[in-house]
């Protein structure tokens, strides 16, 4: 069965720090590229940063460059996002996905998704 579970979201100060996980099937570990999407109340998902399953390399968005790291665990078949110096606006659901292509950026080129944990960041 093809399953992503994230954790590690909750509420937090503006300033602090946080760190999602996402474990995979190994099945969809298997796809080339990890990468962590979000999606705030009345906004569309955004991208937010992929991972190279084989070489680690990593993309990041400029919204989020230098702020988020991504990385991953092969052997733990687990991604994370740690998440530095939060803001309110970082504050939305966060979804990690699995997808084919080297550093993909768009969600039409993951083909699964987990469910999704929420992050809210007071001020």
């Known amino acids: 069965q093809v399953q992503l579970v994230e954790s590690g979201g909750g509420l937090v100060q503006a300033g602090n720090s946080l760190r999602l996980s996402c474990v995979a099937s190994?099945?969809?570990?298997?796809?080339?590229?990890m990468g962590w999407f979000r999606q705030a109340p009345g906004k569309d998902r955004e991208f937010l940063a992929t991972?190279?399953?084989?070489?680690?390399?990593?993309y990041y968005a400029d919204s989020v460059k230098g702020r988020f790291a991504i990385s991953r665990d092969n052997a733990k078949n687990t991604v994370y996002l740690q998440m530095n110096s939060l803001k309110p606006e970082d504050t939305a659901v966060y979804y990690c996905?699995?997808?084919?292509?080297?550093?993909?950026?768009?969600?039409?080129?993951?083909?699964?998704w987990g469910q999704g944990t929420q992050v809210t960041v007071s001020s």
């Open positions: 996905a699995a997808g084919r292509g080297l550093l993909p950026r768009r969600s039409t080129e993951y083909d699964y």
């Open positions: 190994r099945r969809t570990f298997g796809m080339s590229a």
């Open positions: 991972i190279q399953r084989s070489s680690g390399s990593t």
